[in-house]
C-alpha cells in the first residue's frame, strides 16, 4: 500500500512544493515516488519531462484516486488557501506535513490548517516543520508556545533558508550541498519513523 503525504499550509510560499520536490527526490533513491500536483497554478506540473526520478501528476479532482496509485509513497502538493479537497485529503493522509516560516505572522496564519486538521482528526499523524530559518536564529520560547495549544508535534529537523533549496527543483536536488543534504536526510528520516 502506497503511504500518502500531504504537505499543506494556507499560506503561500512557505516551501510545501520546495519541501514536496525534495522529499520526493530523496526517497526515489529507494522507492517508487509519485507528487500528485493538486496547486492549480500547477507550478510543479510544470517540470514534468524535466525530471526523471520520480512522477509528476497533474491536478485531479478525484482525491479518492489518490490511494490507488501504485507507489511506495505519494506525497500532495497542495494550493496556498484551504481547499475544498483538503479534508478528504487529511483523512486519507499517512502523514501531514505542515511547512512554516518561524515569525509571528506565519504562526497566526497556520492557525486555520491546524484547526482544520483537528477537526478532521489528523493531529496525530500531522508534523509542523519549520522551514526557511534563517541562519544564526533559535526559535523564540514565544513560537513554540503559540503552538503548544494544538496537540501536533513539531519536526525536530529544521530546514534552514539556504540557496540550495532554491535551486533544488533545477539541480534535481540537494546532493550539492552538505547542509541542505544532512537536513534533508533527517527530516526524510523522521518523516519514515513516523510512517511505520
Ligand atoms: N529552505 C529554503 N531555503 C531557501 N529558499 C526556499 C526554501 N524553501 C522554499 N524556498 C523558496 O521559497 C519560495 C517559495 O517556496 P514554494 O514555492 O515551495 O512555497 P509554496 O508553499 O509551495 O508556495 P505556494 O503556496 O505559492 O505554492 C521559492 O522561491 C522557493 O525556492
Ligand atoms: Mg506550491
Known sequence: MSKII??????????????AFNLAQNLS??????????????????????????????????TAAIPEL??????????PYLSNQLPQLIQLADLIVVPTKAGILDLLAIKSTLE??????????????????KANTTLTLDILIGLEEYNIPIAKTHISDLVAFTRSVLLNGVDNDRNAKKQLDRLTEEIITKLV
Not at 500531504?6 to 519541501?19: A, E
Not at 493538486?38 to 506540473?45: A, N
Open 6 to 19: 500531504l504537505i499543506t499550509h494556507q499560506k503561500g510560499g512557505v516551501g510545501k512544493s520546495t519541501l
Open 29 to 62: 533513491k529507494s522507492s517508487t515516488v509519485a507528487i500528485v500536483d493538486l496547486d492549480l497554478q500547477g507550478s510543479l506540473s510544470q517540470l514534468n519531462g524535466l525530471v526523471t526520478d520520480f512522477d509528476i501528476i497533474p491536478f485531479t479532482d478525484d
Open 70 to 79: 501504485d507507489y511506495d509513497f505519494i506525497f500532495v502538493d497542495t494550493p
Open 116 to 133: 482544520l486538521i483537528e477537526k478532521e482528526n489528523g493531529s496525530d499523524r500531522a508534523m509542523v516543520v519549520f522551514n526557511m530559518v
